[in-house]
């Protein structure tokens, strides 16, 4: 999980637990911005919910484009 672990270096946060109504997220943010806003899924293993963490901390590295499955979206 190097980019989680790139993140945390950097001065950056994750935090897991409940947010709001959401019983289980997982969260990215640099101090800045909030990279990554995760729901777990039903039958996800918290293994599987960091990984998909640090991928969606790679994309956010990669392109800028932050990932956010807490708040809807109002496209």
Do not use: Q, W
Request: charged share 30%; glycine share 10%.
């Amino acid at each position: 999980m190097k980019n989680i672990e790139a993140l945390i270096e950097d001065g950056g946060d994750i935090t897991l637990g409940a947010i709001g109504s959401v019983e289980c997220a997982a969260t990215a943010a640099d101090g800045h911005n909030a990279l990554a806003m995760l729901v777990r899924r039903d039958g996800e293993t918290l293994t599987a919910l960091l990984k998909r963490l640090d991928r969606a901390i790679a994309r956010y590295f990669d392109t800028g484009e932050t990932t956010d499955e807490i708040n809807p979206s109002d496209d």
